[in-house]
């Protein structure tokens, strides 16, 4: 995650959608008949041809994909969970070598880290991307527009996000799963996603106190900003068992989180509030000085869970994929059970790691 002085860029990603991606392409209909040939021929796999249905249409992989390029902000974690390491990934938030978190580092079993294309804020070069020859473009975590779609196609199949979803709106399940068929490992994609939600639900079993809980993800940009029912972050407290405020998809539309007024900062006072910060010391202490915030119960009964965006924990949690996943769990439920406890002198410790 970045440092408070990239705060803007963060959120071209997470609340600007579109901003960052306006030269790149996603695939349409088709199969990408220019894209390079892999490296080194694959093995005949039943698994393939397979076709992906997206936003734009589908994409038709041939034969197994040998150099994949994640475009997808954590696009790149399914790849690595699947056993591949991918030639290329996207850089957002910078400070991860090759853009992979340290939940996901032991997936390189000793390869180089993947070749970081860097985005200026008006989309990934196209010319670099094609400079890595890949055969596979992951657009799943995304929002491609359809001229971005048709530029990348012309050099290689292009899997971009699904259209029954909001912009980065895909679920790590459907993320992992789609990835596991373009790569010709539907059964190992599968298998991995029943392990994670194995933990959810064995999770939810020892604390049923979440089922009886509301709670809600929120970060100070330009205000109050919380994320909706298909942001990936609202998804995790979803999956342990608390409740989203019953009106929160109706504040703020239908995209992935907005900024709500200062008038609907009850939209705040729930059970918990996960709150993810640039500079946890500087951002905690300006919040509880917030006239809005600061006599909410949620603050007087220490009810809130704060999250450092430039720590590995902070990172982990916005990322919400098969491998970061368990990471943030080990950190997240204890402290969510200290919050929902019904004891205002129980105090929520924090972690940055």
């Not at 991606?21 to 209909?29: E, K």
């Not at 900003?225 to 539309?253: A, H």
Request: hydrophobic share 40%; charged share 20%.
């Amino acid at each position: 995650m970045p440092p408070s002085s990239q705060r803007a860029r963060v959120f071209t990603a997470f609340a600007s959608l579109l901003l960052l991606l306006t030269t790149v392409a996603a695939c349409g209909s088709g199969t990408g008949t220019g894209a390079a040939a892999p490296e080194s021929s694959a093995p005949a796999n039943a698994a393939f041809p397979v076709t992906i249905e997206h936003k734009f249409g589908s994409t038709t992989i041939t034969a197994e994909p040998q150099r994949v390029f994640t475009l997808g902000l954590t696009d790149q974690d399914a790849v690595l969970a699947l056993g591949k390491v991918p030639v290329g990934t996207t850089d957002w938030f910078g400070g991860f070598p090759g853009a992979i978190g340290p939940w996901a580092t032991g997936k390189l079993g000793g390869a180089p880290v993947p070749t970081l294309v860097k985005d200026t804020g008006t989309g990934p070069p196209v010319e670099q991307i094609a400079a890595l020859r890949p055969d596979l473009i992951l657009a799943l975590y995304a929002g491609l527009t359809k001229e971005q779609y048709d530029t990348l196609s012309k050099f290689a199949p292009v899997v971009a996000q699904p259209k029954e979803y909001n912009d980065y709106g895909i679920p790590w399940q459907q993320q992992t799963e789609t990835t596991g068929r373009a790569l010709g490992k539907p059964a190992e994609a599968k298998a991995l996603v029943e392990g994670v939600e194995r933990k959810f639900a064995t999770l939810r079993r020892e604390h049923p106190e979440f089922a009886g809980a509301t709670g809600l993800v929120a970060t100070p940009y330009e205000g109050f900003f919380v994320y909706g029912s298909q942001d990936p972050r609202s998804r995790t407290l979803s999956s342990l068992g608390l409740k989203l405020p019953t009106d929160l998809d109706k504040v703020i539309g239908d995209q992935f989180g907005a900024n709500i007024s200062k008038e609907r900062g009850d939209l705040l006072d729930q059970d918990v509030v996960v709150w993810t910060v640039p500079d946890l010391a500087k951002d905690v202490t300006t919040l509880r000085a917030d006239p809005v915030y600061k006599d909410l119960k949620v603050v007087k009964e220490s009810r809130e869970v704060f999250l450092g965006e430039s720590t590995d924990y902070g990172a982990a949690f916005s990322f919400v994929t098969v491998l970061s996943l368990p990471y943030v769990l080990d950190r997240l439920v204890p402290q969510l059970a200290a919050a929902v406890d019904g004891d205002a002198a129980t105090k929520v410790a924090q972690t940055t790691s």
